[in-house]
């Protein structure tokens, strides 16, 4: 029951939408202490249990609820800033990224980069799951790439059916690599269609630090059999 009233209690009421710790902290408390927490009493060591359990919650519409997995995988994702998502199609990798946002409060701005018909569908699940209204969410296709401002820093970008982004030579990855962000988050029930050449640039738009673009010779000859003719 008190996680019930934290939920329907944390509507986002500070400045910007940010969640601060403390604040979370203090309206955890007397949530538990207002709603009776199952063996809570006057003794510090309760309270901070119901503290703690509380604020680990992620948060989400008070109307609606995360499926078990989805919840699993948004605890795996919510604390990672470059995340594969790799999940089959159809249980949810769209809510589990809204999830990674919701679970994130510092997070200010979001951009989705999805197939064009798609983009309906993304703006209605980021109005219907998005918990905190000041969170400024840019929706565009593939094929709009080249009308960002390539300038701007973005909190996250979210790359849905990142397969697209399978050819490090196409349009729409070469423009991904501009983009600036502090997260990424690439999502696709079908990375590997064809051969594991396919992964290298998704993972380079990912994790340019990790995969730079000197590493891939060493991919294509690790995972692809590639050898140097003469």
Known sequence: KACENFQMDTAYQTRGGTLLTNWRTKKATETARKTGWRGLNAGTRDITSAVKRITKMILHPPNL??????????NWMKDKSTVLLGDEMRIGKTIQAIGWINANPEIENALIVCPATLCINWRRELDKWLVS???DSLVVSYDMLHKLDFDLVRDVVIWDEAHYLKSKSS???LLSRQIKAKNRLLLSGTFL????????SPLHIA??????SSSHQKYTVRYCNAHQGK
Do not use: T
């Open 65 to 74: 609820s995360y499926l078990p997995f989805q919840e699993d995988g948004i």
């Open 133 to 135: 209204p000041f969170v």
């Open 171 to 173: 349009k729409r990855s």
């Open 193 to 200: 269609l064809n051969r594991p050449l396919e992964l290298w």
């Open 207 to 212: 994790d340019p630090v990790a995969w730079p």
